[in-house]
C-alpha cells in the first residue's frame, strides 16, 4: 500500500549522541519535506527535496542535514544532539502543487 | 513576506452550533490555499484547497482575496470535528512549499 513511513515513532537520546530520523514513501512522489513542529504550535520547513541529489534548506535554520540518494528515502541527521532539538519532526512527500502527505512523525526528546 | 495567521488558538463550540476558523494570509502573488487537519493521535491530512471549491465532511472555505482571508466554514458542527486545523499558503514557483499557520484547536462539546 502507498504510504510514508518514519521511524522510529519516539526516541529518547543524551546529548552529543549522532542520529538519524528515517523518511520512506511508496508514493512515488519527486518532492519531499521535514518539518518541525514544538507540541501545538505551527510546522516549520527545515528542509526539503526537489528529487534525487536535490536538497535544500527550509525556512527555519536547522542544525540537521538531509540526503536523497533514493527518491524514495530522505533520511535527517543530526550529528550531535543537544536538548534544543527535543521536538516533533514530521516528514511529507508530494508531487509539484502542493499537496502533501505527511507521516506519523518521530516524536524527539534529547536528554 | 508570505505569511498565515490564525488568530484563535482555541475554538470552543456546541456540538450543532456554526463554525468558523479564520485564516489571513500575506501574497503578493495568487495564492494556493489550503486546510490541513490533525485528528487526535492521527496524521496531519489535507483537508480542502481553495481551488477545488468542494465541500469535505461538510466543511467549506472561500478565498477572499480582498480581505486576503481563507476561512473555514461548517454550519452545524460535529464532536467528531474536535481537532486541530491549520490553514497553509503556497504559491512559491514550483517548489511545492507550503507556509503554515500557528493552527487553532477546535473543541466540540456534546
Known amino acids: 500500500e502507498a504510504d510514508i513511513y518514519q521511524t522510529p515513532r519516539y526516541l529518547v537520546i543524551g546529548t552529543g549522541k549522532k542520529i538519524t530520523l528515517e523518511c520512506s514513501q511508496t508514493m512515488g512522489h519527486d518532492k519531499m519535506y521535514w518539518y518541525q513542529q514544538d507540541p501545538g504550535m505551527e510546522l516549520h520547513l527545515i528542509h526539503y527535496s526537489y528529487g534525487v541529489n536535490s536538497t535544500e534548506k527550509g525556512d527555519l535554520s536547522s542544525e540537521s542535514t538531509v540526503s536523497r540518494i533514493r527518491t524514495e528515502h530522505f533520511p535527517l541527521t543530526l550529528e550531535s544532539a543537544r536538548p534544543s532539538h527535543t521536538s516533533q519532526y514530521l516528514c511529507?512527500?508530494?508531487?509539484?502543487?502542493?499537496?502533501?502527505?505527511f507521516g506519523p512523525g518521530t516524536r524527539l526528546t534529547v536528554t | 513576506a508570505q505569511r498565515v495567521t490564525q488568530p484563535e488558538k482555541l475554538l470552543s463550540v456546541f456540538k450543532g452550533a456554526p463554525v468558523e476558523l479564520k485564516c489571513n494570509y500575506s501574497?503578493?502573488?495568487?495564492?494556493?490555499l489550503f486546510w490541513y487537519v490533525q485528528y487526535s493521535r492521527q496524521r496531519l491530512q489535507l483537508l480542502l484547497r481553495?481551488?477545488s471549491r468542494e465541500s469535505i465532511k461538510g466543511f467549506t472555505a472561500d478565498l477572499n482575496k480582498g480581505e486576503t482571508s481563507f476561512h473555514l466554514k461548517k454550519p452545524f458542527a460535529q464532536e467528531e470535528d474536535s481537532a486541530m486545523y491549520y490553514c497553509a499558503l503556497g504559491g512559491s514557483s514550483n517548489t511545492g512549499k507550503l507556509i503554515f499557520g500557528q493552527g487553532t484547536t477546535l473543541q466540540v462539546k456534546p
Open positions: 511529507a512527500s508530494g508531487w509539484g502543487n502542493y499537496e502533501q502527505y
Open positions: 501574497y503578493s502573488g495568487s495564492p494556493e
Open positions: 481553495h481551488i
